[in-house]
């Protein structure tokens, strides 16, 4: 059966009751879109997560209302019912309501579950795509997530999921894929993916890659393996938020990287 459909990218007029769920970037606010800040600067109401910096908020309208409604591993003081009134709320007021998000709203962003409140009241919603930290950390530490000759694939994948314990995905069947595997919020289950990856056949000596505040000021990071990726992780204390990258696309440039980015250290370094 063929469906057609009409986009759901933003148009550039903002008109009242309407939901745009706008993605922030990965934290760089050089690389927030052009379309994303001129919807903020119509906005009359913006519920914005924790990652979006000061320097992004910045582009908010004076005058419009804005509520930090952010969620960070092990705690999230406003619950995404709630969110999702807000917004419903907040449209139906009449207001240009903007959801920002960090990265892009629609890869582990919860950003469907928002459209689909926003279509169950009626609201009309539009988005705004974001760059993802799954694209730009690995970019940041000069890792080519494909490259001819090495990785034909790239799969993303999440290491929580909504109860915080690992997805029961096909660990095992992920690693014989032989591509790339990028992973957010897996630094505290680090050892897990690991252990399920390395049963699936993959080598302890696969590359691996952990860039920790990507684009932002203090990025940093470490190059490892996944035989030892746990215990150097452990001993780095990266902060967070945090990306994994697994798979041979880790060394093609392991001893070059964009200048201004921050160093990747390598593991024992």
Do not use: Y
Request: glycine fraction near 12%; proline fraction near 7%.
């Amino acid at each position: 059966m063929n469906v057609q459909f009409t986009s759901t990218l933003a148009g550039r007029n903002f008109p009242p009751g309407e939901v745009w769920l706008i993605g922030a970037g990965p934290g760089d606010p050089e690389l927030l879109t052009v379309k994303a800040v001129r919807a903020l600067e119509q906005a009359d109401l913006v519920l914005h997560d924790a990652l979006p910096g000061r320097a992004v908020l910045q582009h908010i309208r004076s005058g419009a209302e804005v509520v930090a409604v952010g969620k960070r591993k092990g705690a999230a003081p406003v619950p995404q019912a709630r969110i999702n009134a807000r917004l419903v709320a907040g449209a139906l007021a009449g207001k240009r309501v903007v959801r920002l998000k960090g990265g892009d709203p629609f890869i582990f962003g919860r950003g469907g579950e928002e459209a689909l409140a926003c279509e169950a009241a009626g609201i009309p919603w539009r988005v705004v795509p974001g760059i993802s930290a799954g694209l730009a950390a690995p970019a940041a530490a000069a890792i080519p997530l494909t490259h001819r000759g090495t990785a034909s694939a790239v799969t993303f994948v999440t290491a929580h999921d909504e109860t915080g314990a690992l997805p029961a995905l096909d660990w095992e069947a992920l690693a014989r894929t032989g591509g790339t595997i990028t992973a957010f919020m897996a630094l505290s289950r680090l050892d897990e993916v690991a252990l399920r990856l390395l049963a699936g056949g993959l080598p302890p000596t696969t590359p691996v890659a952990i860039v920790a505040c990507a684009t932002l000021p203090g990025e940093t990071g470490l190059r490892t393996t996944l035989g030892t990726c746990t215990l150097d992780a452990r001993r780095a204390a990266l902060p967070t938020p945090a990306l994994v990258v697994i798979g041979n696309v880790v060394g093609v440039l392991a001893e070059r990287r964009a200048p201004g980015l921050g160093e990747v250290q390598h593991a024992g370094a």
